[in-house]
């Protein structure tokens, strides 16, 4: 396959990291992770609380970690944490390449503090630095929700010289707070002493969850205009992140930290994953394709994009009237954004505390066992 007709390639060259939101120890072990940075252009790995509880439900791949676990008595948060830092610290290992190559901006991989402190600020920090410390490579990023109470926890983290993915950003205000709060942290890093060039971040904007609730809100209607609006929010949101990322890091505030040796905060597009079998498998990838930003993919959408994606260069700078028309006219249906995003930041946060639940659970079961 030629770089031309590689749909991956067309990606990376426009300047789209390829990051994959899946994480498991056999990938690791086994070779698969080496194979899609070679085969697929992976250049990060994102993971979460839902990923974490099926890899632990599937085979036997951490059976003999968790039987030495329970032979030391180790408690089930324990147990998690154990487990969880070391995938990740030997998936950075197997990154290091990347991570070199690139100077520093991928080879990334990405892992969450407890999702029952997101709307703790201090316990979120503490978190933050443990695993940091736990990890201890420096291609690592620590996941902080962009809840209010997340968004100082974010600066704080960044002030101590921690890389940080901040998750599960879905309102263009919220998104400006992220932002700042990135700012924030950076300048108190440089008020510490910090190297501002050796700390990275990206800002992971959802995007496919975004259609899902509203096409919801719009089959509630039920006219033939709200029903001509379905599957075009996300994108439309999306596109908007990247017309105030390009804002903000134009600013004099902004220039004053990157003399300094900072380093953009990249979007991220995250849950690109589509739910509608109606809309094209590709498009949270093809349709938000732009240069500078991050976009994570599950396995399918990754081999979706691989096989039949058609990557027609920038789809977002030229874009910008038509996506705020899209929320416009949302708005004047009568779909509420901000009743949304409020919506969709609460499922979230429940949704990733549901999993941290069963990830509990199953390691519980087996620590049982193992016993």
């Known amino acids: 396959m030629t770089q031309s007709t590689d749909p991956l390639a067309q990606l990376s060259d426009l300047g789209v990291s390829i990051w994959l939101d899946d994480l498991n120890r056999s990938m690791i072990t086994s070779g698969d ?27 036997s791949a951490y059976n003999e970690q968790v039987k030495q676990l ?3 008595g180790s408690d089930v948060d324990t147990a998690i944490f154990a487990i969880t830092t070391d995938d990740v610290r030997n998936a950075c290992d197997k990154l290091r390449p990347v991570y070199d190559k690139t100077g520093g901006q991928d080879g990334r991989v990405s892992i969450e503090v407890e999702p029952a402190l997101a709307h703790e600020t201090e316990k979120t920090v503490e978190m933050a630095k443990e695993l940091w410390k736990a990890v201890d490579r420096p291609n690592v990023m620590i996941k902080i929700p962009a809840t209010v109470e997340g968004l100082p926890a974010i600066s704080a ?29 950076l300048e108190k890093a440089r008020d510490n002493g910090k190297d501002l060039s050796q ?27 709200a029903t001509g609006m379905k599957g075009k929010a996300g994108v439309a949101n999306a596109r908007l992140a990247y017309q105030a990322f390009e804002e903000v890091f134009s600013t004099p505030r902004w220039q004053s930290l990157a003399d300094d040796g900072a380093h953009v905060q990249r979007p991220l597009w995250a849950s690109t994953g589509v739910k509608n079998p109606d809309y094209k498998d ?90």
């Open 33 to 59: 992770l080496e194979k899609y940075v070679s085969d697929k252009h992976v250049v990060g790995v994102t993971t979460n609380p839902t990923i974490f509880a099926t890899a632990l439900s599937d085979g």
């Open 199 to 225: 700390i990275r971040s990206v800002a992971s904007f959802f995007v496919s969850r975004v259609d899902t609730e509203i096409d919801k809100r719009l089959d509630e209607i039920g006219t033939a205009e």
């Open 157 to 185: 983290a960044l002030a101590e010289g921690i890389s940080v993915n901040v998750t599960l950003i879905f309102s263009l205000d919220r998104y400006r707070g992220v932002m700042n709060a990135y700012l924030d942290g």
């Open 282 to 371: 590709t498009m949270y990838v093809v349709d938000l394709a732009v240069k500078d930003t991050v976009n994570t993919m599950p396995g399918k959408t990754l081999e979706a994009v691989a096989d039949h994606g058609e990557v027609n260069g920038d789809q977002v700078t030229g874009n910008y009237d038509d996506a705020a028309e899209v929320l416009n006219t949302l708005d004047q249906l009568g779909v509420s954004y901000t009743d949304v995003v409020r919506v969709l930041e609460d499922e979230g946060v429940e949704k990733f505390d549901k999993s941290w639940s069963e990830l509990q659970a199953s390691v519980r079961s087996e620590l049982e066992k193992a016993k």
């Open 70 to 72: 329970a032979q030391d």
